[in-house]
């Protein structure tokens, strides 16, 4: 009888020790998909963070292209009518427009065709620019309008 209240007691421990051990497999398997579910919801949380930064700082792209065909009005008049009102106008407006991220694209030197588009070619240095046929502008570090330009063919 010894015998067998032992064999069941030694049972009832396996069984014991098998049950713990399923509890601690159950344990670690939430306890890892707790990890991953954190890791995902603070992914998220950073993926929307950088989009609404990116929102509001590209918020003003489509007024500024819109307000754009106005401002090649006041540099063709600067450009051609010398009159110092204007000039000071397109100075402010200028800053103005730096002061919020957007800049004028710098087209003296090589022709750079992702800020800068060849509408016509010319007598002159091969891949240079010889003249800005229309300002360019990047706000901050995207191209919203691309300057058109006119592109040396070489002599």
């Not at 000071?88 to 030197?109: H, M, N, P, Y």
Request: hydrophobic share 35%; proline share 3%; glycine share 6%.
């Amino acid at each position: 009888m010894n015998k067998t209240i032992k064999n069941e007691n030694d049972k009832s421990g396996k069984k014991k020790i098998n049950e713990n051990k399923d509890l601690e497999n159950q344990i670690a398997s939430l306890e890892d998909q707790l990890k991953r579910a954190l890791a995902d919801y603070q992914n998220l949380e950073r993926r929307v963070l950088e989009e609404r930064g990116h929102s509001i700082k590209y918020a003003n792209e489509q007024l500024l292209k819109q307000l754009l065909p106005s401002f090649d009005n006041l540099y063709l008049a600067e450009k051609y009518l010398q009159d110092e009102g204007i000039k000071l106008t397109v100075q402010k407006l200028t800053e103005s427009l730096e002061q919020v991220g957007v800049k004028r694209i710098a087209v003296d030197g090589k022709f750079d065709p992702n800020k800068m588009e060849a509408v016509d070619v010319s007598d002159g240095e091969k891949d240079m620019v010889v003249e800005e046929l229309r300002p360019g502008f990047v706000l901050f570090d995207k191209v919203i309008r691309p300057a058109q330009v006119r592109v040396g063919k070489g002599r």
